[in-house]
């Protein structure tokens, strides 16, 4: 059974600093997604990354993936109090499909002023 | 263009009643998944159409179920509801099966009473 881990489940930061988010997950998979979701809103894809060593940015966020380790981080730079919200990481099988995701648990990112 | 729909988006039901959720996928997408998201279990994959066949089925008891009609619109239905079933029921839709990036609806809140 495909297990997703993700941590820190809370993190709380103050503007400016950096951190990252990190996504275990334990059978081997060929592609992985990265949403957002604010309180009572939909998911909101941010990143999808195929393949080992994939590595996307978009704006102050950025996310890398290592097969290898069954790994992926998502690395917030310079965090701004916009990007509170939760963080989810998604891990589809090999299944010929790509709808079929198993899903972390979600952080919780609270951004201070 | 227009994005994920459901309806409706939210709806109180009492147990034992049964309910049907409707997603109209984006225009040109032929895959709709499902997932419920609870706060106790997470976000959790239901099942999944594509061109009217359902091609993946999470593990949810035989009261869930599902189907797609040859628009690629789909619905799902719950019967005899239960207070765990309370949840915000997302609709997910891609452009071809095996494809990189799912766009989800606002989902549908359903609380049982």
């Known amino acids: 059974e495909l297990k997703v881990e993700q941590n820190p489940l809370f993190l709380s930061m103050q503007e400016g600093k950096n951190y990252t988010i990190y996504c275990n997950y334990s059978?081997?998979?060929?592609?992985l997604y990265w949403y957002r979701q604010d309180p009572g809103k939909s998911l909101e894809s941010l990143f999808v990354?195929?393949?080992?060593?994939a590595v996307k940015q978009e704006g102050r966020l950025m996310a890398s993936l290592d097969t290898k380790a069954r790994l992926s981080t998502l690395h917030i730079t310079a965090a701004v109090h916009d990007l509170s919200a939760t963080y989810f990481c998604?891990?589809?099988?090999?299944?010929?499909?790509?709808?079929?995701?198993?899903f972390g648990t979600g952080t919780r990112l609270q951004v201070t002023l | 263009k227009a994005g994920v729909t459901q309806t409706p988006r939210y709806l109180i039901k009492t147990r034992g009643q049964q309910v049907t959720l409707s997603c109209s996928p984006i225009?040109?997408?032929?895959?709709v998944s499902w997932y419920q998201q609870t706060p106790g279990q997470g976000l959790q994959f239901l099942f999944e159409?594509?061109?009217?066949?359902?091609?993946n089925k999470g593990n949810f008891p035989g009261r869930f179920s599902g189907r797609q009609f040859s628009n690629s619109r789909s619905e799902m239905n719950v019967s005899t509801l239960e207070l765990g079933d309370s949840a915000l029921y997302l609709c997910?839709?891609?452009?071809?099966?095996?494809?990189?990036?799912?766009?989800f609806g606002e989902g549908s809140r359903l609380t049982v009473l």
């Open positions: 997910a839709s891609s452009f071809l099966l095996n494809t990189g990036e799912l766009f």
């Open positions: 059978t081997t998979s060929d592609r």
């Open positions: 990354l195929l393949s080992n060593g």
């Open positions: 998604a891990v589809s099988l090999n299944t010929g499909t790509a709808s079929k995701l198993t």
């Open positions: 225009s040109g997408h032929r895959s």
């Open positions: 159409y594509f061109s009217e066949t359902q091609r």
